[in-house]
């Protein structure tokens, strides 16, 4: 009996330790792309150093700045993909869609102030047209993906090719000019202004006047496109993991038969999940005609890519069910702090899409081998 | 054995039954799955359905359970004509189904998935912003798998981690918790261990103490007699005989689901 018991408890054990080695490896899946980001900073402030003989720091507070503003439209078509992916789905038509939305915003923004409206409420109508004219587009996507059950990979695409025909026709083929000049400054100021050394100081949200050397040095901290798209990072993250929208988008994600079975309306939530993820792209579009002073028709194009890197790299799993918003939020400053830091490296161009590549590779790789591990430790 | 359909009879005028299912005929284009298919349940029973695959159990049930709708004959629950278009309306109105695939989402933890498309939200700024209500599933949760005798280690893990069993009783609990009252189970120990097996039968006794009718539909007939007070049996769409668990034999029902006997044809002669 006693020897019976004592074996009893020795298995204990080892189911105890087995859990244990799975909570490890769950837990390494999940913190391994901030220990990868933490890893590339790192290098970089080194290899940077080393490189320009201590005279370039790659960690100063405008290289920050500097990737935050770069990784703003790639988060921002990241952001709506990230519910679709976990959903199950793919939008491939965001990139198109963002310059379809930088047109259409370029264009009410110049139609709207030339009707002698002022700055502000231009800008305002700049953006509900941005948001009204993508949502409207992703409705008819998600409509036609849950209705009419053709394959997202093919409503979106043909979407992308259909985007990219307006954002020409509608910018007649040219770039859209003759925004007020004003429309600049919400682009590109930003909350804080920091000058250091004689005659400087820190400038919460007036910038300023100053010249020369001291312009030079001034930098500008959270630039209001970076602001409002913490905003909207800040949103997505409250909406997926805190609200019934999240959790039908999990559901969903994690098996739809389920998800029907339970009531949730699958097809409705669908088309909506479809409307945002255009109308996040629509936000990129917008701010990227603030930043440009200027309605550009290709400018979203070469960022599709970019942005479904910045999903998979932050964990969401093409299969749908996984994912997290924080996981897209690092998986696009993955990209931004590796091109950054390349260009830092004086390392040409086309090595950054190599490793870009190789990372995206790398990082389905990782979620898998420990989908191997638990799925091993299962079967034992 | 004259005695005994005497003895349903008088049951059947006694008590009122939970369901009634009348002539019921489901057809996919030429094949007529649930060819004019009469049956009862009633409160506090455990009906066995059993038959060779393609024998119409699946459908019939899905006719029940609102998944299909059928092409002639009438089901009545708690003496209300029903008609379902949606597994959702049978759900409202309590049939509680647990599916040969599990209607789990694997993603989910056991709260998530008791609550699924039912989810409890608290309100802030007057309605304005809803939050998922984490504490009040998970304190629930807890509760109705304690109360069913279930041990999970963690709740808050996904439940794809879970055990077969485990994420069985999981989907049992989910259709306790929204008072079912009548559970409808196809084939719910496929795919288990034979420890996870026995749980779920456990289960299902558990229920008929609670006075939940079960229709259990499996292939593995020690499980039926082990369970059930009453068998159905079907044969190419047809219902081929009813018999009391207690008075019959898995030799007879044999023989029944391979048409060997037919009460149909044998009251003819
Ligand atoms: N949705 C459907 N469309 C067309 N035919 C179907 C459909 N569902 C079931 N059938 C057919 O109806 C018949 C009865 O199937 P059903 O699934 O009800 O059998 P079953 O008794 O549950 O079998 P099993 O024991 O294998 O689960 C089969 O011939 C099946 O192929
Ligand atoms: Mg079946």
Redo the contacts with the bound molecule.
């Keep these: 009996m006693a020897v019976q018991k004592q074996t009893a408890d020795l298995a204990g054990l080892a189911i105890l330790t087995k859990e244990r080695q799975k909570q490890l490896a769950l837990l390494l899946s999940r913190v391994w792309a901030w220990v990868f980001l933490a890893t590339l900073v790192l290098f970089f402030v080194v290899s940077v150093r080393q490189t320009s003989g201590g005279a370039v720091n790659f960690l100063t507070v405008r290289n920050s700045q500097n990737i935050l503003v770069a990784i703003t439209p790639v988060f921002l078509l990241g952001l709506g993909q990230t519910f679709v992916i976990i959903a199950g789905g793919i939008d491939l038509s965001v990139g198109h869609m963002m310059s379809m939305a930088s047109v259409v915003s370029a264009l009410a923004i110049r139609g709207v102030y030339n009707e002698g409206a002022p700055l502000f409420i231009s800008v305002v109508a700049g953006f509900l047209a941005a948001v009204c004219a993508t949502a409207a587009v992703g409705m008819a996507h998600g409509t036609i993906i849950a209705k009419l059950k053709v394959p997202a990979f093919i409503v979106t695409l043909g979407g992308s090719f259909i985007m990219r025909g307006v954002a020409l026709l509608l910018s007649d083929n040219t770039t859209v000019i003759g925004l007020p000049p004003g429309v600049r400054d919400y682009g590109n100021e930003s909350l804080l202004y920091l000058i250091r050394g004689e005659g400087g100081g820190i400038y919460f949200l007036n910038r300023p006047e100053v010249s020369g050397a001291l312009l030079r040095s001034m930098d500008r901290i959270f630039p209001y496109p970076v602001v409002l798209t913490a905003i909207a990072a800040a949103i997505g993250i409250f909406v997926l993991k805190k609200t019934a929208f999240g959790r039908y988008t999990y559901a969903i994600g994690g098996n739809r038969e389920a998800a029907l079975r339970a009531g949730i309306p699958v097809d409705r939530h669908v088309i909506k999940l479809y409307m945002l993820s255009a109308a996040t792209a629509g936000i990129a579009g917008f701010l990227s005609t603030l930043r440009y002073t200027a309605g550009s028709a290709v400018i979203g194009e070469a960022l599709l890519m970019s942005s479904i890197a910045a999903v998979i790299i932050g964990g969401v799993s093409l299969f749908g069910g996984a994912g997290s918003v924080t996981g897209t939020v690092i998986g696009a400053l993955i990209i931004a702090v590796l091109t950054t830091g390349l260009v830092m490296l004086n390392v040409q161009a086309f090595w950054q899409f190599i490793v870009v590549g190789v990372v995206v590779i790398l990082a389905v790789l990782i979620d898998q081998s420990r989908d191997l591990i638990m799925g091993r430790m299962e079967s034992e | 054995m004259e005695q005994t359909a005497v003895e349903i009879k008088q049951g059947a005028q006694t008590r009122e039954p939970m369901l009634r299912v009348h002539q019921l005929v489901k057809r ?2 030429g ?1 007529t ?2 060819n004019k298919v009469d049956f009862e349940v009633y409160p506090g029973e455990v009906v066995g359905l059993v ?10 049930i ?1 006719c029940i359970s609102g998944v ?1 709708q059928p092409d002639e004959g009438e089901i009545f629950f708690q003496g209300q004509r029903v008609r379902f278009s949606r597994p959702m309306e049978a759900r409202d109105a309590h049939i509680e189904t647990i599916y ?1 695939d599990l209607a789990l989402a694997g993603n989910l933890n056991v709260g998530a998935n008791i609550f699924m498309g039912r989810e409890p939200q608290k309100s802030y700024l007057g309605g304005l912003i809803k939050v998922l209500d984490e504490g009040f599933m998970l304190a629930e949760s807890q509760k109705i798998m304690g109360r069913l005798g279930i041990h999970i280690p963690d709740f808050s893990q996904q439940i794809e981690t879970l055990s077969g069993g485990q994420r069985q009783a999981v989907a049992i609990a989910r259709a306790v918790y929204w008072k079912a009252q009548l559970m409808i189970m ?2 719910p120990t496929n795919n288990l261990g034979v420890v996870e097996q026995r749980q779920v039968l456990e289960l299902v006794q558990e229920l008929r103490q609670q006075n939940v009718p079960v229709i259990l ?1 499996s ?1 593995t007939l020690p499980d039926i007699f082990a369970v059930t007070d009453r068998i159905v049996v ?1 044969h190419r ?1 047809h219902k081929v005989t009813e018999k009391k668990t207690s008075e019959t034999d898995s030799q007879e029902i044999v023989q029944y689901m391979v048409g060997a006997l037919d009460d149909r044809r044998d009251s003819y002669l």
Excluded: P, W
């Design positions: 996919f284009g094949l799955a649930v038959g060779d695959n393609a024998a119409g159990k699946s459908t019939l899905k299909h040969q196809d084939e539909i292939h079907m769409g």
